[in-house]
């Protein structure tokens, strides 16, 4: 249960709001039971997400000032060209002002309607850009990754037997991409191999299939290989980051996460001269001109920056080291998670803290809402109601496994924050008869969990 000591000192901080329980439940309910809802004032701790949410450094901040606002051509993009081609060596780098754009333009270019798009789990936001595509998302994610339970080094790799019988039985040309998400969100944050990465890339290009990377939390999975795959125990960050992107053809990414800024994203395209055309001819009219895309050059200048800080190994033992120790907290006190922890945060069992909540009640909802009356704590389902009904059948989809996330944001709390979050937990575990389900009452196609109202039920 060691502590990794923070490889910065605070030169700033941000007052944060200490309420009562009685005026916490009194925000949730008039926020739909949905922790989206809620204001980021009445707040203790947000582990609501890690995107965006991150320290910048005095550098970014320096470049912040820096930054060249000429509307084409700036020196800022210029910097970050330089960045990104030092790091991922991708012919083509386009940015936008976050992932989700990335994914916006790139899916229509991609997906004729009714094709398949596989992955080894997807992001939230990238199921629901393919099913707006037209296309239909399936997750292959290897044994592993599909118990919590069961440590692995490489929870996030994909089922590549699954995936080459899923290619036999439907046909190479009904499937629009294969997505590699790294890590993998959906189940724990957990790493992808560098070895999955070769094979799941031979079973595309052998098929004449593209493969996207989804690389929002990059670093975080090359610093795992680092300690977990034999083949990379010698090798730099940087050597590890480009060992992976040189398997994939296209790579989006929401530069909020690993590029430590709180707005910004970068789609790239290797070697497919048809592709970029296809998507500059997106960018212009969704995102802005070429050398802008949707961002101010104060906002490129830090991203340029913080894809490089980012890479940083004295950052990485420390960004995934807090979520080892919260880790441990509740593996001491009997408390079940995605084991081992991911890199950006750790995912809490719901489904097994909560055994009484049946999945079409939201044990991972029902968890992060509890977590909120209990101590202040924002944190986020990652389970059954983050998934929208199938898209064909309308049928609600259940989730491989039931997780309320707590995504730790980058250089903000401290080990006394870790601490209160696993006594809140610890707390509810114990009373855990006493949680509620829920219910959905009202809800958008698409993304439901941001936005939709809920109430508590009890079966």
């Known amino acids: 249960m060691k502590y990794i000591p923070e490889p910065f000192k605070i030169k700033m901080v941000e007052p944060i709001r200490m309420t009562t329980p009685e005026y916490r439940r009194e925000r949730m309910a008039e926020a739909g039971w949905n922790s989206f809802g809620l204001r980021a004032e009445d707040v203790y701790i947000d582990l609501l ?55 916006k333009v790139l899916f229509p270019s991609i997906v004729t309607p009714g094709q398949i798009v596989v992955s080894n789990t997807f992001f939230d936001t990238t199921r629901g850009h393919v099913g707006l595509a037209g296309g239909l998302p399936v997750d292959l994610v290897c ?4 118990d919590p339970a069961i440590p692995a080094d490489f929870k996030g790799n994909m089922d590549v037997p699954a995936l080459e019988a899923l290619i036999a039985e439907k046909g190479a040309d009904q499937i629009a991409a294969i997505v590699m998400t790294i890590t993998n969100n959906s189940v724990g944050g957990q790493p992808v191999s560098v070895a999955n990465m070769r094979e799941v890339a031979a079973v595309a290009h ?28 010698d090798a730099t960050i940087r050597e590890i980051t480009r060992a992976t992107f040189d398997c994939g053809d296209v790579f989006t990414m929401s ?72 880790g441990e907290r509740l593996r001491a006190a009997g408390v079940p998670f ?29 968890l992060a809402v509890e977590l909120y009356l209990e101590a202040g704590i924002r944190a986020c389902d990652i389970g059954s109601y983050l998934l929208d009904p199938h898209p064909v059948t309308g049928e609600p989809q259940q989730a491989i496994a039931e997780f309320t996330r707590l995504a730790m944001p980058r250089r903000v709390y401290t080990q006394s924050h870790l601490d209160v979050i696993a006594d809140a937990i610890i707390a509810i575990r114990d009373r855990a008869e006493t949680v509620p389900g829920y219910e959905i009452i009202e809800a958008p196609k698409v993304l439901r969990h941001f936005t939709a109202r809920l109430r508590p039920v009890r079966d």
């Open 255 to 326: 530069a909020k996460k690993d590029a430590i800024v709180s707005m910004g994203g970068l789609v790239a395209v290797r070697d497919n001269p048809e592709l970029v055309a296809k998507l500059k001819g997106a960018v212009v009219p969704f995102e802005g001109f070429l050398t802008y895309g949707g961002l101010a050059g104060r906002d490129i200048e830090a991203l340029a920056i913080g894809l490089e800080e980012g890479l940083d190994e004295d950052f990485l033992a420390y960004r995934i080291g807090q979520n080892q120790y919260l």
């Open 143 to 146: 044994a592993e990754g599909r």
């Open 338 to 366: 995605q084991d081992p922890v991911g890199g950006h945060g750790v995912f809490v069992d719901a489904g097994a803290v909560l055994p009484h909540v049946p999945w079409h009640r939201f044990p991972g909802h029902a």
């Open 206 to 233: 052998h098929h004449g299939i593209l493969l996207v990377i989804d690389a929002a939390r990059f670093a975080e999975n090359a610093w795992f290989v680092k300690q977990r795959e034999p083949e990379f125990k």
């Open 49 to 103: 997400t890690d995107s965006g949410t991150g320290a910048m450094s005095d550098q970014q901040w320096a470049g912040i000032m820096l930054g060249d606002e000429a509307y084409s051509g700036s020196k800022s993009y210029y910097h970050l060209m330089k960045a990104t081609d030092e790091i991922f060596g991708y012919d083509w780098v386009q940015p936008v002002h976050q992932g989700r754009a990335a994914e």
